[in-house]
Nanobody, 124 residues
Framework: QVQLVESGGGLVQAGGSLRLSCAAS????????RAWFRQAPGKEREFVGA????????YYADSVKGRFTIARDNSKNTVYLQMNSLKPEDTAVYYC?????????????????WGQGTQVTVSS
């Protein structure tokens, strides 16, 4: 059974940092694009960041560029999201995903495997 399991979420004050992890099991995602999306209350799910299979290319939403860093360790089948300088507007459930995008790495329809999500809450 394929599973993506996120961890590392929690409550943090504005300006603080969190590091999310997403461990995959059931198959290897070594050749897959890995990405993070988030969904805030009352809003649609949105793209946060993505990383190619080799880690050679990364992509970020404008809202997190310069504050968030995505990385992966293929030997551990795990992807990470380092979040610094957190803002209250970063509050959301964060989802990790894996897929083989053909058109756009920012589109959630391009991803086949999803985790259950981890809550990140940033207090002001």
């Amino acid at each position: 059974q394929v599973q993506l399991v996120e961890s590392g979420g929690g409550l943090v004050q504005a300006g603080g940092s969190l590091r999310l992890s997403c461990a995959a099991s059931g198959r290897t995602f070594r050749t897959y694009v890995r990405a993070w999306f988030r969904q805030a209350p009352g809003k649609e799910r949105e793209f946060v960041g993505a990383i190619t299979w080799s880690g050679g290319s990364t992509y970020y939403a404008d809202s997190v560029k310069g504050r968030f860093t995505i990385a992966r360790d293929n030997s551990k089948n795990t992807v990470y999201l380092q979040m610094n300088s957190l803002k209250p507007e970063d509050t959301a459930v964060y989802y990790c995903t894996a897929g083989l995008p053909k058109a756009s790495v920012t589109s959630e329809s391009e991803y086949d495997f999803w985790g259950q999500g981890t809550q990140v809450t940033v207090s002001s």
